[in-house]
């Protein structure tokens, strides 16, 4: 049976944390592919502002190009409206009937689980796998998310990933290019190149 890790995120930018996890999951989870899914562009004005979709979609196809487990889709880009998780997954059940499917996420968003479109159905229909990241515990997991959760890693449908955590954010990189310091350590090469030549993440003028 084919087993294929969806991986949502901004990606704005993609960086070597979403690479280091995703390769962990790989490993771990003996996924065939781990599809990375850029979110599109706020389909409300009011939102906060992110770099363009087609901007991020292209460093993450850049940055997937190392593994040949990799893959980039545009699925949640190209949909009007708000873009839900749950959406998402009913897409890929369509398209892999047979496969099975994990949801791949760092710990931060396993926190707020609970406030996604029909989440109890989302976590019956795919696998949830989590990345802890810095700060984030397991004891403080919502009220509401206890007995699935408990449930989830005692039938295997539920995996804390193993690797060691490696403390990098976008919100970091996002900082540090603001003011003109160097990312290059914590951003994939060819990403890193396609930032300066794209002049993205400049002080805003
Ligand atoms: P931002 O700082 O803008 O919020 P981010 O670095 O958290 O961005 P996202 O694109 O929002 O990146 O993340 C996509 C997914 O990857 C989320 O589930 C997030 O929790 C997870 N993630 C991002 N960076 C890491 C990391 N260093 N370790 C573990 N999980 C991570």
């Not at 795919?126 to 699935?148: C, F, K, Y």
Request: glycine share 8%; charged share 20%; net charge positive.
């Amino acid at each position: 049976m084919k087993t294929l890790g969806l991986f949502g995120g901004t990606f704005d930018p993609i960086h070597n944390g979403h690479l280091h996890i995703a390769r962990a999951f790989a490993d771990e989870l003996g996924l065939d592919t781990v599809v990375f899914l850029p979110a599109g562009d706020p389909y409300h004005k009011t939102q906060a502002t992110r770099t363009p979709a087609k901007h991020r979609f292209a460093m993450t196809e850049l940055a997937v190009s190392d593994d040949p487990r990799f893959a980039v889709s545009d699925c949640d880009m190209i949909r009007g409206g708000a873009t839900y998780t749950f959406d998402t997954v009913q897409i890929f059940r369509q398209q892999f009937p047979q496969a099975q499917l994990w949801w791949l996420m760092g710990s931060d968003s396993l926190m707020k689980l609970h406030t996604w479109k029909k989440w109890q159905t989302l976590v019956r229909q795919t696998h949830i796998a989590v990345a802890m990241r810095q700060g984030d515990s397991l004891n403080r997991i919502p009220r509401e998310l206890h007995a699935w959760f408990g449930e989830g890693l005692q039938n295997g449908s539920v995996k804390i990933l193993n690797t060691p955590l490696y403390d990098v954010s976008s919100t970091q990189i996002r900082g540090l290019l603001e003011n003109s310091e160097n990312a290059d350590g914590i951003l994939p090469p060819q990403v890193a190149r396609y930032i300066r030549n794209q002049k993205l993440y400049g002080r805003p003028k």
